[in-house]
């Protein structure tokens, strides 16, 4: 089983309650799934992160989206659509980005 930062350096932790939690989505961009920096894997990852997003938002977390933003023409350009946050993940009113 994996262990958590805490128990890796030798402390001892109740499990995180999500209720009791923010949930903190990191660069779930397009770029990742259809962009030059595809990553093997990306898909069951989204999966993963829309679980844990729906049952956030069920139990009223809340949610901060980080997104990278790169330069023009680049990766994670803002203009570009590789540069936005990926579907699975959307923002939803009220949420920080």
């Known amino acids: 089983m994996a262990k958590t930062l ?25 770029e990742y799934f259809d962009g030059p920096l595809r990553l093997d894997g990306v898909e069951a990852a989204a999966g993963v992160a829309a679980d844990l997003l729906a049952r956030a938002r ?18 994670f350009a803002p203009e570009a659509a590789r540069g936005a946050i990926h579907d699975s993940v959307t923002p939803a009113e009220g949420e920080t980005v």
């Open 6 to 30: 805490i128990e890796l350096s030798g402390g001892t932790a109740a499990p995180a309650r999500l209720s009791e939690a923010a949930l903190l989505l990191i660069d779930v961009q397009n």
């Open 58 to 75: 069920a139990l009223g977390a809340p949610v901060i989206h980080v997104r990278q933003v790169g330069r023009p023409g680049g990766a």
